[in-house]
């Protein structure tokens, strides 16, 4: 298999995870859609690698219409759809008794239902198509329990079980499903945090031990580029000094 002309639709691709797999998949030529909510960050990856077929548009995961919209862009310039990856995701700490709701509401907003938006939109093409990929970034915190991030692991969790219920539901149709778990990497995900101690410690040890972004998305083209027959369903990847 060859990553060459696939066209891939990337979520939350402004930064992190999937900014490095935008640069990944666009040396690999790659026919990218790629959206998030800072389309300056977006156009800077375009105007970088100018040399790729990459389209630009802004999406908030939270809205569907603004999914669909992404989806049908990619429909609208290549006529199919290889793969969507969901990566837009926020990670919170706080423990329980500080009763963030609000907060739980967002992380539910955009961690799960974000997911969700991504599989309503893509699934019927894929469907119609009979092939099709869909990736969702999960995290080891989707495998392990650790305190303080309750509802985070709840989101994650969830992705998790509604990934391998796509699967069960979807895998006679020639339709491909994978989660990438990572444990700490080196991204803007602890501006997620409200706590800016919370938010220096996370990053201290992102610094510390932390996976690099690109050491992530060689694993989500890694899931892209294997044989049609070949379905890779879950990757954890840790920082080898990571303890949980």
Known sequence: MSIK??????????????????????????????????????????EKYSEAEIITQKVDVTNFDEVNDLVTTAIDHFGKIDVLFNNAGIMPINPLIKGARDEWQNILNVNVMGVLNGIAAALPIMQSQKFGHIIATDSVAGHVVVPNLAVYNGSKFAVRAI????????????????????????????????DEATQQAELENEKEIGLSAENVATAVAYAIDTPDNMDINEIIIRPIKQPV
């Open 5 to 46: 002309d696939k066209v891939i639709v990337i979520t939350g691709a402004s930064s992190g995870i999937g900014a490095a797999t935008v640069v990944n998949l666009a040396k690999q030529h790659a026919k990218l859609v790629i959206g998030a909510r800072r389309v300056d960050k977006l156009d800077e990856l375009k």
């Open 163 to 194: 990934m391998e219920g796509l699967r069960q539901e979807h895998h006679n149709d020639g339709i491909r499903t994978s989660i990438v778990s990572p444990g700490a990497v080196a991204t803007e995900l602890y501006k997620s945090s409200t």
